[in-house]
Nanobody, 124 residues
């Protein structure tokens, strides 16, 4: 069955960095869209970044452009989110998601079929 397993969250001071990982299994990884979302307490889940795995095309929310980088290791079926210059407002639970029937839409949570369990990022 499909599994998405995130790791790499933690606590960091403002200006610091973290790298999140999402290991995917149980489906054909190539030519899908993998996304990172986040949800802070009392707020809606929002997209952070996404990657169209086949052609390696990346997308970013305006709030993280220039600070976050999404990448992938096809050999490991793993997607990464490198987060630099972290701010307190980046504090949230971060989720990895897979859209296995990608149609070009990457920003909405409803586009994604599978979700990881989440990893907490706290910036103080």
């Amino acid at each position: 069955h499909v599994q998405l397993v995130e790791s790499g969250g933690g606590s960091v001071q403002a200006g610091g960095s973290l790298r999140l990982s999402c290991a995917a299994s149980g489906y054909t990884y190539s030519s899908n869209c993998m996304g990172w979302f986040r949800q802070a307490p009392g707020k809606a889940r929002e997209v952070v970044a996404a990657i169209y795995t086949g052609p390696d095309i990346t997308y970013y929310a305006d709030s993280v452009k220039g600070r976050f980088t999404i990448s992938q290791d096809n050999a490991k079926n793993t997607v990464y989110l490198q987060m630099n210059s972290l701010r307190p407002e980046d504090t949230a639970m971060y989720y990895c998601a897979a859209d296995i029937d990608y149609d070009g839409s990457w920003e909405e949570a409803l586009d994604y079929n599978y979700w990881g369990q989440g990893t907490q990022v706290t910036v103080s």
